[in-house]
T-cell receptor, first 115, second 121 residues
């Protein structure tokens, strides 16, 4: 079975500091996508960043970057210069390439950014 | 504005009733998806549709039904057979799910609507 594990149910960080959220996944597939989604209190799911498994270069989007370790099946999210608006639940998600677009989500990490 | 809309935002159902959740998108996306979110958990896939008039069951399809008569619409019916329907329901869409034909790119990224909170009374 394909699974996604986020081992940190809750995390907190001071405003302007850097925080890293962990994610590991289990699959026998070689081709897949990985995503981080953010769900603020409004509950709207917002795409943060995506990574194609065939790309060795880690994806970056402004203050957000990932550390993708394919052999270790690890996909962590680093948030630099944390802002109060980053407070949200963060979900790691895995999409195998050949299963109709099915997204498999982790349990989420609740991040609190403190002033 | 292009986007995905879901209605209603809140829905209350009595025991034994069927209810339908609406999902509409004007992004010209081919694929649409329904997920369920329970408290403290990630999302689980209920149904998905890659093209009009075609859909497939996800991991937790029992007690739910869908239709895809139009490209922009993918309504979800929660039937009385669903034993524990109280949850937050999210609809998503993506540009394409035809994988190898479309090539690698952003076509598989799913974008979500604002969700519907369903409560059984």
């Amino acid at each position: 079975a394909q699974t996604v594990t986020q081992s940190q149910p809750e995390m907190s960080v001071q405003e302007a500091e850097t925080v890293t959220l962990s994610c590991t996944y289990d699959t026998s597939e070689n081709n897949y996508y990985l995503f981080w989604y953010k769900q603020p209190p409004s509950r709207q799911m917002i795409l943060v960043i995506r990574q194609e498994a065939y790309k060795q270069q880690n994806a970056t989007e402004n203050r957000f970057s990932v550390n993708f370790q394919k052999a270790a099946k690890s996909f962590s999210l680093k948030i630099s210069d944390s802002q109060l608006g980053d407070t949200a639940m963060y979900f790691c998600a895995f999409m195998p390439y050949n299963q109709g677009g099915k997204l498999i989500f982790g349990q989420g990490t609740e991040l609190s950014v403190k002033p | 504005d292009g986007g995905i809309t879901q209605s209603p935002k809140y829905l209350f159902r009595k025991e034994g009733q069927n209810v339908t959740l609406s999902c509409e998108q004007n992004l010209n996306h081919d694929a649409m998806y329904w997920y369920r979110q329970d408290p403290g958990q990630g999302l689980r896939l209920i149904y998905y549709s890659q093209i009009v008039n075609d859909f497939q069951k996800g991991d937790i399809a029992e007690g739910y039904s869908v239709s895809r008569e139009k490209k922009e619409s993918f309504p979800l019916t929660v039937t009385s057979a669903q034993k524990n329907p109280t949850a937050f329901y999210l609809c998503a869409s993506s540009m394409s799910r035809i994988g190898g034909l479309a090539g690698w790119g952003d076509t598989d990224t799913q974008y979500f609507g604002p969700g519907t909170r369903l409560t059984v009374l």
